[in-house]
Structures are given as C-alpha cells and as structure tokens.
C-alpha cells in the first residue's frame, strides 16, 4: 500500500486551506452587501412601485454581482443592473436621435430601468427565478434558477465530447458540431428542482415567492432525441438503465431507466432559440420532461449503458424521500406532480387599497397538461376556476388568471391545480400524513402543497400557512 | 362492399402520396446516421470511473482506516471536521449538519432524522465513487485510488460499519454492509391523499 508522503499532505492541507479563504473573503462582503441591499428591497412597495430610485437600482446590481465584487461595472456603468447598460436619458427622447444601431457590438441589453435579478440561496449552491415579476410562461434565460453541485465550469465546446458506451454495439462519440447535424426536436418544458418549496413543508419561511416557489422556470429547449443517439449506438440485450455524467467539479452522476431515454428524453444544446446558458450546462446537457431538475444532467459528457442503475450519491444520499413515519426512503422519485402557485399578489407585495385585481400566478405538472387551476379568495373554503391562458403544454408552466375584487378586509388567498391526469395538488397535511413530519435534517422534496398568501388589511401580502 | 371509380381514385392518391412522401414525412430520414465517431477505448477510459453497487471497475489499490485517518485530516476535516459532525459557518457551503459524516443511527423514524454515511448510505462503493469523482470540494479528483480506499476505510471504521484493521480493496470494498442497505422503497406515487 502507498502511503501520502507527510509532505504531500502538508502541501494539500495548505492549498485547501487557502483555497476555502479564497471563497471567504470575497464572499462574506459580497453578502453583507446584498443583505443591506435586501433590507431596503423595493418589492415592499408592491407592484405599483414602477420608478426604482438610483440606490435601489444600485443595490439590486450589487446583488447579483455577489462572488465577483473584483469585477464590478466600471464606475460609468456601475449604475447599470446586471444585464444592462447604463445610457443618459434625455429630458425629451422626441428631441434628440437615440442611439444608433450596433454600439451594443450585436448582442441587445435590457432596460436599465428594469432590476429583477435571481436570489442565490446563502449556501451559494442555488439561485431563485423572481416569479413575482414574471409574465406569460417563458422564463428569460438570464433569470432560470440555477442549481450547482460543484460551481459553474467554464467549456470550451470545441474540446468537449459526449461519449456513449457500456452496453452498446458500437461505442460513439460525438462534438457539439456532430450533435446538431442531427436531425433536431424544440419543445417547451418547465424544469423543476425536486426541493422547491420542501423548507415550507412544516411552517411558513421564506417572504417572497421567488424564495418559496423560484426553483422551477420554462424554457424552449432544442436537441436531438436521446433515442436518436442510442438507436446509432445499438442496445444491447439486458440494457435497462443510462448512467448519465457531467463535466463539472461534481461530475454529477444520475441512473436513468431505459425507458425514459428511448421515450422523450433528449440532449440539448439550445434554450429560448440561442445555445443554452453556461449555467445551464453549456455546450449541452440531458434534458428529461417532467422529472426533477437535477437528473437532467448538465454539461453532459458521457452516458453509459448499464444493466442496472449506480446508486450514484445524488440518487441516494439526497434526492431520496424519507418517510419519517417508518424511516424508510423513497428512491428513484423522479416526476414532479402537479403544483400551483399566486405569483400576484404575492409574499411582500402591498397592495395599494381596495377594488380590482387581476390575480395571476403559474401552473405546472410533469405527468401532462394543466387541466384546471382553482382559486380560493376565504382560505380553502371555496374554490372557482381560473381561466388558463393559452397555450396550455404538456410538461410546461401555465398562465393562469382570475379576476377579483378585494372589499379590504383580511383574506387568504390560494391556487389549486389538477392536470389531465385527474390529480389535484393536495394540502400541506395530506403530505405530512403521507410521508411524516420533518422538523430538520434533509429537505422534503416533491414538495407541491397548495400555497396561501394573506392579505392584511392594510394591503400587505405574506406568506402563511392555511388557515384552520 | 362495393368500391366505386372515384373511391379508387382517392385511395390510389393518397397512396401514391404516402408513397412520395411530404415535405416532412418520417420517410425521407435515414434509419442511421454516420455523424459521430466510433469513441476509442482510451476516451472511454479516461471518463470510465462509476461504481455500481457490485464494485464493478473498481480500480487496483488498497487502503485502510489507519492511512486514511491521515488523509482525512489534511483532505477532509476543514469541511468534516475533526470528529466528522462537519464544520458550519464555512461560506458558499452547505451547513454543518450537512457535511455530517457518521452517527445518527435510529433516528431516520423520526421527525428529526439525522442523515450520514453511517445512517442512511446504502452502498459503500458510492462512498468511494463519490470521493474519488467529487472530493476534496476544492480540489476534485486529486486523491489516488490508494488514498481513496484509505479514507473510505477510516470513515466507515469511525462509523464503526467496519473494524479498524480492515483493508479496502476492489474485493473487500462490494462485501460491506451498510446499515441502511435495506432503507429504500420503490417511489409509490402518484399518492392518493385522504
């Protein structure tokens, strides 16, 4: 047996060290930042608070530049929120010529005026999509959430290569170049963490609808069939599961059932009609409908057949549902059930008084299209349709809308949806009877009870728990 | 039946269409294609490091909890911790209770269920694939396979789930028997609530 030499040891000791102060320092600025930024957060004004002043806009850009502050805006643009440019506005913009075409060097910006940006989670291994202020059902892809394992690695698609072995005929491997020769399919799907909304199972936590709900958004999604692939491939007999693998500091591993893969599974490389986002597993990565997010391996390096599935880490050591009630676990839980939620109004958003309001949120179900979405306006007591917004998708978020107008008094506001397969979403306690009660330890993933929000009668929105 | 001139007409139209094919129609694809190339055994090699349960492709190398102990404290313990319980408070990590790496035997019936490698891993080649592909978080993949058994070895013996003295190798690591091998359930959903 080769033992470490103690100078090795030492030598690794030191550079983890140091390397563990590298992520500190930037960091714990960068948050006491956002966390100032946050305590003045102008989403406490409610929707209606359309003029953001020059701090607001200041704070929300440093938000997201959290983890980078040494590569803040230069000083002329550091009033500019991410994803913008900061131009001069003019006191007349009908007196003087805009700017002209090009200056941008090709690739657009959005609106300086406009702030929402993702929240990442304190562990800096997630980031929430800002549902709240969110229209229609497609996500922009610089506000899909984000779930890492091991950072966001860099790849340069020129020396990146997909190859598929194990149980197969003939072992193949394919560029990014050789993927999009094929022929291709586009379709539009949510993608969904499986612990969304599961730190919400026991009581009501976190104040918006970003930090409750933000783990799901919907993109159009371009690739080529993993069937396509596997069928060049050749299965051999006794082929029954797919080891999927990623190229990042994870290596992030998921099984996949053969039958998924030869149905409507597919390897991607473009999201909302251009290359799909570094973040999102850029040059390519599976993406499988309907289950949870992370199985859909991003940055996708290779697949290997297998008469039986790995037991990787991430399929049993998380993304496994205990049942508290008999400590048993669930595994290999991948679709994600019918779920609902009220993104207007929502969690800290105040509405200015009494009379109309459009509520307005999204629907979703990885088993098939929405059916129907109920809206309850007295806490559950009784529910009435909401119309659907077309087009309604299979495995895609749905605009739903419900016209009200609210007397000014108290009330608790909630969304109930039922897909075509005739499940409905159920209750925070029918999940608790069915799986048991968690107080701490994992999350509770598949975590799709109805969501309330209670208005005050002063107009201010909060989330709670159901009442009764 | 009786077919009629015209009916014949239609039908030999539509069969001559479905013969020509549309714009689209599945027919004008190919059954394959010659995209791609055929991956060499040394690609695949390089990339070939998942351990199934039955310890397939483990790779040559041995190790045990005394060597492993010394790996540990200069690869593992500043997340871990010195007593493996894992460290909190570190920035951009998850928190202490989540890098836990031994005890919480018997509390998976419960509300508060403490979940490590000792209580609720069912497969001690996971252990290893999951260190050799992802650890230490801050430089994946620099352990020998050597050292990965070591620390395999002194995790499992602080688990006391094996005895000190045992040595790890492509043989002994597939026969160890986790105490939550027996843990998992078929996912039964779609639940029907009452």
């Known amino acids: ?3 470490p030499s103690a100078d090795r040891t030492d030598a690794r000791a030191l550079a983890i060290e140091q390397a563990l102060a590298r992520l500190g320092e930037p960091v714990s600025e960068a948050q006491a930042r956002a966390l100032a930024a946050q305590e003045d957060c102008d989403c406490k004004e409610g929707m209606f608070a359309l003029a953001p ?23 002329g643009e550091a009033k500019a929120p991410p994803g913008a440019v900061e131009y001069p506005v003019p ?40 549902m709240q202020e969110g229209y229609g059902i497609i996500t922009p892809s610089g506000l899909h959430y984000e779930r890492h394992h091991g950072g966001i690695p860099t790849i340069d698609p020129s020396h990146h290569r997909l190859i598929i072995h194990g149980m197969v005929e003939r072992p193949m491997k394919y560029s990014l170049a050789d993927l999009k020769r094929f022929p291709t399919v586009s379709r539009t799907y949510f993608l969904e963490c499986s612990g969304t909304t599961g730190s919400e199972i026991m009581k009501a936590r976190e104040p918006t609808v970003q930090r409750t709900h933000g783990l799901v958004s919907t993109s159009e999604w371009t690739g080529v069939p993993l069937s396509t692939l596997l069928k060049q491939a050749g299965l051999k007999p006794g082929a029954a599961w797919v080891l999927a693998e990623g190229a990042d500091a994870a290596v992030m591993t998921r099984s996949v059932p053969i039958d998924k893969c030869l149905s409507d599974a597919l390897i991607v490389f473009a999201q909302n009609g251009e290359a799909i986002r570094p973040e999102q597993g ?7 409908p309907g289950w949870e997010g992370n199985i859909s391996i991003k940055w996708l390096r290779r697949l290997e057949v297998s008469d039986q599935p790995f037991y990787t880490r991430e399929e049993t050591s998380k993304y496994t549902d205990l049942i508290t009630t008999t400590g048993k676990a669930r595994i290999f839980t991948f679709s994600m059930e019918a779920k609902s939620v009220i993104t207007f109004p929502s969690g800290e958003m105040k509405l200015p008084g009494a009379g109309f309001y459009e509520i307005t949120g999204l629907a979703w179900s990885g088993r098939g299209k929405i059916a129907r979405v109920e809206i309850s306006t007295d806490g559950g007591k009784t529910f009435n349709l909401a119309s659907l917004q077309d087009p309604v998708l299979p495995i895609c978020q ?18 109930r949806a039922t897909d075509e397969t005739g499940y409905a979403q159920p209750t925070h306690a029918q999940l608790i009877a069915e799986r048991g009660p968690l107080e701490s330890g994992p999350l509770f993933y598949h975590m799709n009870a109805i969501q309330s929000w209670a208005i005050a009668a002063d107009g201010s929105v909060k989330n709670v728990h159901p009442p009764g | 039946m009786c077919i009629r001139p015209a009916d014949w007409l239609v039908l030999a139209v539509a069969v001559v269409t479905f013969a020509a094919g549309g714009p689209a129609s599945a027919q004008n694809y190919p059954a394959t294609y010659d995209f791609g190339a055929p991956a060499p055994a040394a690609d695949i090699a390089a990339v070939d490091i998942a351990i199934p349960s039955d310890g397939a492709g483990l790779p040559p190398g041995r190790g ?20 493996l319980q894992g460290v909190a408070g570190l920035p951009d990590m998850p928190s202490g209770p989540a890098l836990r790496l031994i005890g919480g035997r018997g509390t998976l019936a419960s509300p508060n269920p403490v979940l490590t490698v000792e209580s609720y891993w069912p497969y001690a080649t996971t252990l290893f694939d999951y260190v050799r592909r992802a650890m230490p978080f801050t430089a994946p993949g620099s352990l020998s396979n050597d050292e990965v058994y070591a620390v395999t070895a002194y995790i499992l013996a602080e688990a006391k789930i094996i005895t000190p003295a045992t040595v790890l190798d492509a043989q002994t690591l597939p026969k160890v028997q986790m105490p939550n091998r027996d843990g998992f359930i078929p996912d039964p959903r779609p639940e029907h609530f009452k």
């Open chain 1, 398 to 415: 749905t605009r739903f809308r419900f016209p009200w107008v609210w007397n000014g008094a108290p009330a608790v506001i909630q969304s």
């Open chain 1, 91 to 130: 006191a007349d913009p009908t007196k003087e010529p805009g700017r002209v075409m090009g200056i941008d060097g090709g690739y657009g910006t959005r609106s300086q005026f406009e702030t929402e940006v993702r929240w990442a989670s304190p562990t800096r291994t997630a980031s929430f999509t800002p």
């Open chain 1, 282 to 288: 850029y040059p390519m990565r599976l993406f499988l």
């Open chain 2, 64 to 83: 045990d909890a005394a060597a492993g102990a010394r790996v540990y404290a200069s690869a593992c313990a500043a997340c871990h911790g010195d007593k």
């Open chain 1, 53 to 75: 002043s020059r701090r607001q806009l200041f704070g929300r850009g440093l938000v997201a530049a959290v983890g980078m502050t040494a590569l803040l805006p230069r000083s």
């Open chain 1, 1 to 3: 047996m080769t033992e």
